[in-house]
C-alpha cells in the first residue's frame, strides 16, 4: 500500500488539477465548456507525456487563473452590501478552493522548473 501511494505521489498535482477542473466543469453549468476541455486535455497530456515545458504552461495559465479568480472574490467581498451567513460560508469554501487550487499550480510549476541533473559529474568529468 505504501509502495501504490509513494508512486502515485509524483501524480498528486495533476491529478489534483485535474478534479479541480472537473469540479470548475460541473459547477459552471455549461456542457460545452472551451476552457474546461481545453485546460483537461492540456492534464492528461501532461500525465501522458511528462513534458517540462507543457508543464510550465499549463501551470501558469493556471496561476493566471486562480490569481484573476481570487481576485474577482475580494471584488465580490468588497462590493457586498449586507452580511449573510451563507455568503460567508462559500467565501470561506470559495478561498480555501482557490488556495489549495493555487497551492497545487505552484507546485506543478516547481515540479516542472526543477533542474536535478541526470547523473552527477565524477572526478573531472
Given at each position: 500500500?505504501?509502495?501504490?501511494?509513494?508512486s502515485v505521489?509524483?501524480?498528486?498535482?495533476?491529478?489534483?488539477?485535474?478534479?479541480?477542473?472537473?469540479?470548475y466543469?460541473?459547477?459552471?453549468?455549461?456542457?460545452l465548456?472551451?476552457i474546461?476541455i481545453?485546460?483537461?486535455t492540456?492534464?492528461?497530456?501532461?500525465?501522458?507525456?511528462?513534458?517540462r515545458?507543457?508543464?510550465?504552461?499549463?501551470?501558469?495559465i493556471?496561476v493566471?487563473?486562480?490569481?484573476?479568480?481570487?481576485?474577482?472574490?475580494?471584488s465580490d467581498?468588497?462590493?457586498?452590501k449586507?452580511?449573510?451567513?451563507?455568503?460567508?460560508?462559500?467565501?470561506?469554501?470559495?478561498?480555501?478552493?482557490?488556495?489549495?487550487t493555487?497551492?497545487?499550480?505552484?507546485?506543478?510549476?516547481?515540479?516542472?522548473?526543477?533542474?536535478?541533473?541526470?547523473?552527477?559529474?565524477?572526478?573531472?568529468d
Amino acid at each position: 500500500m505504501f509502495l501504490i501511494a509513494r508512486s502515485v505521489s509524483r501524480w498528486y498535482p495533476e491529478l489534483f488539477l485535474i478534479i479541480s477542473v472537473i469540479i470548475y466543469w460541473a459547477s459552471a453549468g455549461q456542457f460545452l465548456n472551451p476552457i474546461a476541455i481545453i485546460l483537461l486535455t492540456l492534464l492528461f497530456s501532461q500525465l501522458t507525456y511528462k513534458s517540462r515545458t507543457l508543464g510550465l504552461v499549463i501551470a501558469s495559465i493556471l496561476v493566471l487563473l486562480v490569481s484573476y479568480l481570487f481576485i474577482a472574490l475580494i471584488s465580490d467581498i468588497l462590493n457586498a452590501k449586507s452580511f449573510i451567513w451563507s455568503g460567508l460560508k462559500m467565501t470561506i469554501i470559495g478561498s480555501g478552493y482557490l488556495f489549495i487550487t493555487g497551492y497545487y499550480s505552484v507546485v506543478l510549476f516547481m515540479k516542472n522548473i526543477a533542474t536535478t541533473p541526470d547523473r552527477y559529474p565524477l572526478g573531472s568529468d
